[in-house]
């Protein structure tokens, strides 16, 4: 148990201890803090295909910087586990992208696939595990895994903290009217 508490703090940890991470997990860090905000206060609203779009074109953007990450380390193109990682990242974005794009999936599916945390979660381990030189084993997938789970309860947390829009515009008083109440 301690050496799982160990490796979660070190993927914690990693952007004090390579500030270069910084440039990339900051805009995740906010992105999930501003929509988390933005749902709690709007929260008859639901996430839309495009939302969906937009969701995915993080993980492109990631995996760009992850490339370059790679390419500057005079990496890329190697097997071993970075470069496969980047490729899963990749494969995962363009995925995404092609099932919003065309709404390959009932919107049910798809839109639990796209909700913030998990894409911003996956994102920040991608770029920890790329930038850093932490021991990739399953010890890691557990702590990243758990990772998604505590962000997710705190944001739900900050969520609910939120208070609820009061002043509608016209055309938001019937979607307010059929949000559940919190």
């Not at 799982?4 to 997990?25: A, D, G, K, M, S």
């Not at 980047?86 to 709404?103: D, Q, R, W």
């Not at 639990?112 to 920040?124: E, G, K, R, T």
Request: contains cysteine.
């Amino acid at each position: 148990m301690n050496i799982l508490f160990e490796r979660f703090i070190e993927l914690l940890i990693v952007p004090y201890t390579n500030p270069e991470v910084l440039w990339t997990v900051i805009p995740l860090l906010l992105a999930m803090l501003f929509v988390t905000v933005y749902f709690g206060r709007y929260k008859y609203e639901e996430l839309g295909w495009n939302s969906a779009f937009s969701n995915s074109l993080i993980l492109i953007f990631v995996s760009i910087n992850l490339v370059h990450r790679l390419y500057s380390e005079g990496i890329l193109g190697y097997l071993d586990f970075k470069n496969l990682l980047v490729l899963a990242v990749i494969f995962e974005s363009v995925a995404l992208l092609m099932i919003s794009f065309f709404h390959l999936l009932p919107r049910n599916i798809a839109f639990n696939l796209y909700q913030n945390v998990p894409i911003n979660v996956i994102a920040y381990a991608a770029v920890v595990l790329v930038y850093s030189d932490m021991k990739i084993d399953v010890l890691t997938v557990v702590c990243s895994v758990f990772l998604v789970i505590v962000l997710t309860f705190v944001l739900s947390l900050i969520k609910k903290l939120i208070p609820r829009a009061v002043e509608l515009l016209p055309w938001e008083v019937e979607a307010y009217k059929k949000a559940p109440e919190p």
